[in-house]
């Protein structure tokens, strides 16, 4: 169901707002170490809403 992709890629795309804004306020008290950690979880939610995005486009386009 194109609802239920839309949500998961919303589900992936907070998930790595989050994680971009803890890797941001690592950055600015310089501990770059958990920075670096949660920049990459950040990569990894980024990529899953890439992918989830794609499938709820393709599911809504069926539709029409």
Not at 47 to 61: G, V
């Amino acid at each position: 169901m194109a609802q239920n992709a839309h949500r998961e890629a919303a589900k992936h795309h907070e998930a790595a707002a989050k994680s971009h804004n803890t890797a941001a306020e690592h950055h600015e008290k310089g501990d770059n170490t958990t920075a670096a950690k949660h920049a990459k979880e950040a990569h990894g939610h980024s990529e899953k809403a890439h992918e989830s995005s794609t499938t709820a486009h393709s599911k809504s386009s069926a539709k029409k």
